[in-house]
């Protein structure tokens, strides 16, 4: 099926805020990228957090949600096409995804999700080919699921994850925060991972294992709207259509600056999630309506038409910097360097995508998933038995 040069610019722009969310957590930790004091970051070096917290931490995330969602309508549509199992391909997209997550989590990044997704795929892998109530009603369901979990979750259960992500320094912080400095800039993969899964007597998530199920669980249930949100857009050919949703929509960009500008100073910060959904909406509204096919366009969406492999090479570059295996810089406190150092690598990214997708077709670890999606080492030419040629 032809491409929506838009959907993979997105997808390119998407790849930017990951890459500068995903810094923080590389560069001081899940929990340490919230007190620069601890590490002396300097003044400027604030400034650039709290900008990347602003403008990508929270949105940019729910809006590679989305673009999955689209992507796995597209390719039930393309699978149809061909007279292939749409089912069949999509769990088996599931399973690939959860693999390439857990791997990508055990020598890489903690922080990952593609393995999330790919739960999420198995579970809504039967909805790309249901009708639009269906998936509507589906998406209300899920809302309302959500919603339900988070109200019955109990008064101390959501203090401690307010205080996993914020909350006073203590004493017992600051020293995990030290200890994790030393074992992340110096020690092993070995060393690093059983740090991170040690959660005994964790000041941050003091946590058990059904604690850890559940609040998988809720992160399943808290993306399934976005997914079939971007499965609708693809359905109802939003981004071929056009028409005046993306002017209304990018009323929701100040909106969420606004939400996210108040809550990054400790003003209204329960309502932090509606400022980055109102901003990943916007942003897609906005994206759309400035879009023009230009150099520069595509090669954002060269960018993302590589999304996977651009993804996990970040982390590589990432890790590289700031663990023991590498520079080791983790916890340095010059994050204006650490900025400058991202923004350089997406820069080459670009530019090695732009030149990568006139000589190939596919990103190496998408071909290697589509084998596995495809169940066929020429993906590209599989059809069914009752296919047109």
């Known amino acids: 099926m032809k491409r929506i040069k838009v959907i993979d610019s997105l997808r390119g722009f998407s790849l930017l805020g990951i890459l500068l969310a995903n810094l923080l957590i590389f560069h001081y930790g899940m929990f340490g990228n919230q007190y620069p004091e601890v590490y002396n970051v300097s003044k400027f070096g604030e400034f650039l957090i709290h900008i990347i917290r602003i403008f990508f931490e929270g949105s940019t995330m729910p809006i590679f949600a989305f673009l999955f969602g689209f992507g796995m309508y597209m390719m039930s549509e393309s699978f149809t096409k061909k007279d292939l199992g749409v089912k069949r391909a999509l769990l088996r997209r599931g399973i690939g995804l959860i693999v390439l997550g857990l791997l990508h989590g055990a020598f890489f990044f903690e922080g990952d999700i593609l393995f999330l997704y790919g739960l999420i795929t198995l579970l809504i892998f039967w909805l790309p080919k249901r009708s639009v109530k269906t998936m509507v009603v589906t998406m209300v369901l899920s809302v309302i699921l959500l919603i339900y979990m988070f109200t019955k979750m109990d008064v101390e259960s959501l203090h401690m994850i307010k205080q996993s992500f914020g909350g006073p320094l203590t004493d017992e912080k600051i020293e995990y925060l030290i200890q994790e400095k030393e074992v992340y800039s110096t020690g092993t993969l070995s060393e690093r991972n059983i740090f991170a899964s040690d959660f005994s007597d964790h000041p941050f998530m003091p946590i058990d294992d059904m604690a850890f199920l559940y609040m998988l669980l809720f992160g399943i249930i808290f993306y399934i709207p976005i997914f079939i949100s971007g499965m609708l857009a693809a359905k109802l050919k939003v981004f071929v259509t056009g028409g005046a949703w993306k002017k209304w929509l990018v009323l929701l960009v100040p909106i969420g600056l606004l939400i996210n500008v108040l809550a990054e100073f400790g003003i209204f910060q329960d309502y932090i999630l509606f400022g980055d959904f109102a901003l990943s909406y916007g942003y897609i509204a906005l994206f759309y309506y400035l879009y023009k096919e230009n150099l520069f366009m595509d090669s954002l969406a ?88």
């Open 302 to 389: 060269a960018v993302g038409k590589l999304s996977l492999t651009n993804y996990i090479l970040q982390s590589v570059f990432h890790s590289f910097i700031y663990y023991g295996s590498g520079l080791g810089r983790f916890g340095d406190g010059n994050f204006t360097l650490s900025f400058t150092l991202a923004i350089l690598f997406f820069i080459v990214q670009i530019i090695c995508s732009h030149y990568y997708m006139k000589k190939f077709k596919y990103g190496p670890l998408e071909y290697i998933l589509r084998i596995w999606t495809y169940f066929s080492f020429k993906p590209h030419l599989k059809r069914g038995k009752n296919a047109h040629i």
